[in-house]
Nanobody, 122 residues
């Protein structure tokens, strides 16, 4: 599976962005998908994940109620709608396809997109 993330940009605090991740390959629908982010000088952290069926989304506490992950298996796409953005959300965001193990750990993900930069100014 090849992944390509897009949709990043610069917004002011309180604004919104929608990240998209396009996947190639007919096996996309069989993968748990996650969004991670990495801020300068920090480790890559789990942001949100979604199951194969699209149910049971999971989020890091700091984005609950503000971010929504979704997927469209027919179009091989996964999305991250980000509302009420805060400066601390500034990071490079990555989409990834899980290979097994804890969904919260980057090492559990087999395929990664190239990342898209989100910058939130105060």
């Amino acid at each position: 599976v090849q992944l390509q993330a897009s949709g990043g940009g610069s917004v002011q605090a309180g604004g919104s962005l929608r990240l998209s991740c396009a996947a190639s390959g007919r096996t996309f629908s069989s993968y748990f998908m996650g969004w991670f982010r990495q801020a300068p000088g920090k480790e890559r952290e789990f942001v949100a994940g979604i199951s194969v069926s699209g149910g049971s989304p999971d989020y890091i506490n700091s984005v609950k109620g503000r971010f929504t992950i979704s997927r469209d298996n027919a179009k091989n796409m996964v999305f991250l709608q980000m509302n009420s953005l805060k400066p601390e959300d500034t990071a490079v965001y990555y989409c990834a396809a899980a290979g097994g193990g804890s969904i919260y750990s980057p090492i559990s993900y087999r395929f990664w997109g190239q990342g898209t930069l989100v910058t939130v100014s105060s």
